[in-house]
């Protein structure tokens, strides 16, 4: 899909069309096709029996007659009006090229633009804004039935995010002192901990922003973090570079029950940089998580190896590689260094630090950065400021442009083979599960590639240790009682103190352990494993009492998961304003009619 957009880009660059037109044709463009040439308008798939290729294939060989007046919107542009669609296939016998080709495509659209559209032509090459070159194709050239200010303002979102990716101004990123440190051909240094427990068990993120941590010990050293895999080809060269850990205390083991995506300190030569630890897509466990939610789902997390925190010109240069990452991440992810975003109906700023997740009940409990940034004079305030200079934009406090998820068509059928049950075809997957969840049982949503993606197939992993019983419903909250003699989940002694302290679960992470700690809310105690939990209170499993109604979603996503609590596996989202049938009630949770799972009835409306 990049090789796609970056084609498109260039050809309208050479056509003389500046920046902000480029863009807001793009984004007018992904809206109406995905960017995708032989793009067939979702609701004729179903009428005629054709998918896009069938659909193509059928028209360049003949086989279909009736693409001029069957009204159907195709391509690129969705060219739908008889004439146009004429003038589309008789451009395509003149070049020899299909119906779907993207260069003959790109040609007729420009020649329809320089013919027909000239004052829509004149406004890309002259434009101030992505809003005004996108409000221009939408009115002017596009003029679908809705043209309210939301749509305007969704397209203007997602032409916004191809200038962010492509604008000229990327290319030359000016901050203060001249060109970002970081760009897509001079990345950070890698040294990828394959071994850690995080890395082998995460899963991907689409990523939202990106979370400032430090690390809370005397030790600036990036080598007590960060050591190469053993074996790997590298292996002597990272050694070389960050020095070697002789106590084994870095976080490349699976002991060690978290994860981030890189880090911030000294080599062994004394000098500061940045280390990536994982790909920048996986989902850290970082921040732990709160009374809301985590952060830990969206956000790039990194940490900055702290020192005795009184030596300025540490802070100032930790501080200053800190702006420099960030920078480079936002540019490459399209982000809004002074945007925010919305995850479990709560607005989160694109750049924040761990505290900042805690106050917004979105992590654990930690006061990291602020602790730092006071002794010196920094906020994240002042981040936002800086990494926005970097990037050579003076950017308005907003929220973010939507980011343009890789398009392609989810089909909803009780199989991929059996193309007549077909109820829809969607570039939305939210969409796509809505409608299968309509449909009801024996119907899946399958990708372009004829996989089922919903409801999602039961993935066979090894066998773990099975939890005592009394813990298997374990819910965060829960008191829980410790067995006599258990040790922490890295092996070490559990003081006698803590087995006699009232304790509560603060956390139940994927690989079994759990988070706990002497008080609700605060600074957490340990890790413990499941099976050292003998007995809780509060945890067991509500009846589930039969019912029937309607519910209207309140929260912007909502997390539908497998069982009535928030301890189980999520299955898909739901957003806000959706209705969905409610066949059964457990301890304040939903079952959906459609059998996808449970959601939270706090943030729905009865009907």
Not at 44 to 54: I, N, R, S, T, V
Not at 279 to 296: D, H, Q, T, V
Not at 411 to 426: D, L
Request: proline share 4%; net charge positive; with cysteine.
């Amino acid at each position: 899909m990049a090789n796609t957009e970056q084609k498109i880009w260039q050809y309208f660059k050479s056509k003389g069309l500046n920046d902000y037109g480029i863009a807001g044709l793009m984004g007018n463009l992904y809206a109406e096709s995905g960017l995708r040439p032989t793009n067939l308008q979702n609701t004729f798939e179903k009428k005629l029996g054709l998918a896009d290729e069938e659909y193509t294939a059928a028209v360049d060989s003949g086989a279909y007659t009736n693409f001029v007046k069957d009204s159907a919107g195709y391509g690129l542009a969705q060219w739908t009006y008889w004439s146009r669609k004429q003038n589309l296939i008789n451009f395509a016998k003149q070049q020899k090229k299909s119906i779907g080709d993207l260069d003959m495509q790109l040609d007729f659209l420009y020649k329809e633009l320089s013919e027909n559209y000239k004052t829509v032509l004149k406004t890309l090459c002259s434009a101030t804004s992505v809003l005004e070159a996108s409000n221009s194709v939408l009115l002017n050239f596009e003029r679908p039935a809705d043209q309210s200010v939301t749509v305007q303002n969704r397209r203007a979102g997602f032409g916004n995010t191809y200038y962010d990716k492509y604008a000229t101004k990327k290319e030359t990123q000016q901050g203060g002192n001249g060109k970002m440190k970081y760009s897509k051909s001079n990345p950070p240094l890698v040294c990828m901990q394959t071994n850690s427990t995080c890395y082998k068990g995460t899963s991907t993120m689409q990523v939202k922003g990106i979370l400032w941590h430090s690390t809370g010990a005397n030790n600036p050293l990036l080598s007590r973090y960060v050591q190469p895999t053993d074996g790997a080809s590298d292996y002597d060269k990272m050694i070389k570079l960050l020095g070697k850990n002789k106590y084994g205390t870095d976080w490349n083991h699976t002991r060690q029950n978290a994860g981030l995506n890189c880090w911030i300190g000294k080599l062994a030569d004394g000098s500061v940089t940045t280390v990536q630890t994982m790909p920048w897509n996986y989902r850290p466990w970082g921040c732990g998580s709160g009374a809301k939610g985590s952060c830990n789902t969206g956000w790039i997390q990194f940490e900055i190896c702290e020192d005795a925190l009184t030596d300025k010109n540490y802070f100032n240069a930790v501080y200053k590689e800190a702006v420099e990452l960030t920078a480079y991440l936002c540019t490459l992810y399209g982000l809004n260094p002074k945007g925010t975003t919305v995850l479990n109906g709560v607005t989160v700023p694109v750049i924040l630090c761990h505290a900042d997740s805690h106050k917004l009940g979105l992590g654990s409990n930690h006061g990291d950065v602020l602790h730092w940034f006071k002794k010196y004079g920094k906020t994240m305030d002042d981040v936002r400021n800086d990494v926005a200079a970097l990037m050579g934009s003076n950017i308005e406090d907003s929220t973010p442009t939507p980011v343009a998820p890789t398009p392609q068509m989810y089909r909803v059928r009780k199989s991929w083979a059996n193309a007549a049950s077909q109820k829809g075809a969607y570039m939305n997957l939210d969409n796509a599960k809505k409608c299968c969840d309509a449909a009801g049982e024996g119907y899946f949503v399958y990708d372009a590639k004829g996989v089922q993606v919903y409801p999602n197939k039961i993935e066979v992993k090894p066998a773990e240790p099975t939890p005592s019983a009394p813990a298997a419903d374990l819910k965060v909250g829960d008191k829980i009682k410790l067995v006599a003699g258990s040790t922490y989940s890295s092996g070490k002694s559990i003081p006698a103190w803590v087995f006699k302290s009232v304790l509560y679960c603060r956390e139940i992470r994927k690989d079994g352990t759990v988070v706990f700690s002497t008080q609700k809310t605060g600074a957490i105690t340990g890790v413990i494993k499941k099976t050292s939990i003998q007995g809780y209170e509060g945890g067991s499993s509500a009846p589930t009492v039969a019912t029937s109604y309607k519910v209207k979603i309140t929260a912007d996503v909502l997390n539908v998961r497998k069982g009535p609590g928030t301890n189980n596996a999520i299955t898909c989202r739901v957003k806000k304003n959706e209705v969905y049938t409610i066949v059964g009630e457990s301890n304040g949770w939903g079952k959906l009619k459609s059998g996808a799972g449970w959601i939270s009835l706090a943030y729905t409306k009865k009907l």
